[in-house]
C-alpha cells in the first residue's frame, strides 16, 4: 500500500497546491530567464552589427591611411628630385 492512500484529503490538496505553486514559480522564472535571454541575444546582434560597422569604417580610413603614405612617397620623392636637381645646379655654378 501506498502511504498516500492514509492521507486526509486536505494534506493532499495541500501538497498539491504547494507543488503547483512551486510549479507556477518555476515558470516565471523560466519565462523571465528566457526573456532575458532573448533580449541579451538581440543585443549581441546588436552589437555584431556595430563592430561590423566599425570594422567597415576602419577599413576605410585603412584606405585613406594607405592614399596618404602613397601622397607623402610621391611627394618625397619629387622633393628629392628637386634638392638633386638644386644640388647639381649650384655645382655647375661653382
Known amino acids: 500500500m501506498n502511504y498516500i492512500e ?3 484529503p486536505t ?6 497546491d504547494n507543488y503547483r505553486y512551486a510549479r507556477d514559480q518555476a515558470r ?3 519565462d ?3 526573456t532575458q535571454a532573448e533580449q541579451y ?15 567597415y569604417k576602419a ?12 601622397d607623402i612617397d610621391y611627394y618625397l620623392q619629387i622633393a628629392s628630385q628637386i634638392e ?9 655654378e661653382a
Not at 11 to 16: K, N, P, Q
Not at 41 to 55: I, L, S
Open 41 to 55: 541575444d538581440q543585443q549581441a546582434v546588436g552589437y555584431q552589427e556595430q563592430a561590423d560597422e566599425a570594422r
Open 6 to 8: 492514509f492521507m486526509d
Open 32 to 34: 523571465s530567464y528566457t
Open 84 to 92: 638633386s636637381e638644386a644640388a647639381a645646379a649650384l655645382q655647375q
Open 59 to 70: 577599413g576605410q580610413y585603412e584606405e585613406q591611411e594607405q592614399q596618404a603614405q602613397r
Open 11 to 16: 494534506t493532499v490538496r495541500s501538497y498539491i
Open 28 to 30: 516565471q522564472y523560466k
